[in-house]
């Protein structure tokens, strides 16, 4: 019964596998996706399923990359200015010396 059970979970894992190639490095939209499973022989049930729960990892995936993006673009900006107004500062300093 163990080993059924593990060739069925390696079947499911291969059919994930191989839909979020399809949708991630094959850039196919939920559509596409669903249609190339089901003319392999899966039933619509099981393909919906199974690209949306791929369309929401990736989903997930992308809003984390944009959170850690917004942060560093916020470090970045802020370290900008903060040189920006050292950079002024210094240059008020030189010509008030200057005159």
């Keep these: ?5 593990n060739i069925q979970q390696d079947a499911v894992n291969q059919v994930y596998e191989y839909t979020a190639n399809l949708m991630v490095t094959e850039k196919k939209s939920a559509a ?3 249609a190339i499973l089901m003319a392999k022989g899966l039933k ?7 690209v949306d729960n791929i369309q929401q990892q990736i989903n997930e995936a992308k809003a984390k990359q944009g959170n850690k993006d917004m942060l560093y ?10 040189l920006t107004l050292i950079i002024v500062f210094g ?9």
């Design 32 to 34: 596409e996706a669903k």
């Design 73 to 82: 673009g916020a470090l970045w900006c802020i370290g900008g200015l903060v």
């Design 1 to 5: 019964m163990q080993v059924k059970t």
């Design 91 to 99: 240059s008020i300093q030189f010509l008030k010396g200057a005159f």
């Design 44 to 50: 619509e049930e099981v393909t919906t399923i199974i």
